[in-house]
């Protein structure tokens, strides 16, 4: 049986490019689409194997499509993908619950086998910025923990600050209420002396790289 997609990209040439990435025999477009709405009703029509999802769309962020889309078809997997290789966005996709995370200017076959993986249920290989970045999401413990009073939660918490994730995000992500990532992050911020969310972002990040 063909996996059936439907893509989802603002500019018309470049899902036109993809019908021609994405023309094998085991693959079917049943639809396409050049808003977020229209992707949403599509996916909620044809419930397909994979969708094809933009991130930067004209009538809203592609990401918070993917929040929707998540929640109201969950068993369709949604690979974002996008012109810009930004870390945030990447953050953003896995905390949303995304498969993968493409940029637009890889390889077609690299389409068509993150494709049939995602759809077998396999993980994005362990060497992509996916993967990375999903992985020190899911880092509850700070291996420089003896000079910094953070609890597990908060430790994570501040690794979703970092990449510039929302509360809801977060909540999404780790799956405990907005009402409880405020809590974390004030505590966080209290802890570790800083004024705001970008200020403990930096702090993070100078301390890993330091």
Known sequence: MAIRLILA???????????????????????????????????????????????LMPDMDGLDALELIRKEVPATNVVMISAHDNLSYVARAVALGAQDF?????APDVFRSTIR???G??????????ST??????QRADPK??????????YQVLKHLSFGLSNRE?????????????????????????????????WLVKREIG
Do not use: W
Not at 133 to 138: D, G, W
Not at 146 to 154: A, F, I, K, S
Not at 170 to 196: A, F, W
């Open 145 to 154: 923990a003896d000079d910094v009073p953070l609890t597990r939660r908060e």
């Open 117 to 119: 993986r995602v759809v």
């Open 9 to 55: 990209d603002d500019q018309e040439v470049i899902r036109k490019g993809l019908v021609c990435v994405l023309a094998d025999q085991d693959m079917q477009i049943v639809a396409q689409a050049s808003t977020c709405q229209e992707a949403i009703d599509a996916t909620k029509a044809n419930k397909p194997d994979v969708l094809l999802l933009d991130v």
């Open 170 to 202: 977060i909540g999404y992500s780790m799956k405990i209420s907005v009402e409880t990532v405020k809590e974390h992050v004030q505590n966080v911020l209290r802890k570790l002396n800083m004024p705001d969310r970008t200020a403990a972002a930096v």
């Open 121 to 130: 249920g396999e993980p994005a290989p362990p060497d992509t910025t996916f």
């Open 102 to 106: 493409l940029l637009k200017d890889v």
């Open 133 to 138: 970045i999903k992985a020190r999401l899911q």
